[in-house]
């Protein structure tokens, strides 16, 4: 009887443990991702500074900030869209999750009304 029991808690709370192993996952993705830009960043900046306190003429030095930044977009905008990625498969499998729990749950109180409506009749 507890084993029944214990093994029906476990089923009905595998949507909640696969809800929080899917947030796990993408948090740790997005961990990933932030460390991987912050690293680029600093790394490009300190090139950056290193090319700029070489240059002795204005120009060169506004043609070196405008393809740091130029630079630096794409890189921010590669890596929003990894984010976004990320955050967008973890929807797809709460999503998923949420649906067929909900599922699982319809069908379980549709067959309890009829196995009620059985016995009753």
């Given at each position: 009887m507890y084993d029944q029991i214990f093994n029906d808690i476990k089923t009905r709370m595998?949507?909640?443990?696969?809800?929080?192993?899917?947030n796990?996952?993408?948090?740790?993705?997005?961990?990933?991702?932030?460390?991987?830009?912050?690293?680029?960043?600093?790394?490009a900046s300190l090139e950056q500074f290193k090319a700029l306190?070489?240059?002795?003429?204005?120009?060169?030095?506004?043609?070196?900030?405008?393809?740091?930044?130029?630079d630096l977009e794409s890189k921010m905008?590669?890596?929003a869209e990894k984010s976004i990625a990320v955050i967008s498969e973890a929807?797809?499998?709460?999503?998923?999750?949420?649906?067929?729990?909900?599922?699982?749950?319809?069908?379980e109180v549709s067959a309890a009304v009829k196995k009620a409506t059985g016995k009753a009749a």
């Open positions: 595998q949507p909640a443990l696969d809800l929080a192993e899917t796990k996952k993408m948090m740790e993705q997005l961990i990933e991702l932030q460390k991987v830009s912050t690293h680029e960043l600093v790394n306190s070489q240059v002795k003429e204005p120009k060169a030095a506004l043609d070196l900030q405008v393809a740091f930044y130029k905008t590669a890596a929807k797809d499998v709460v999503t998923s999750t949420v649906e067929a729990s909900a599922k699982q749950a319809a069908d």
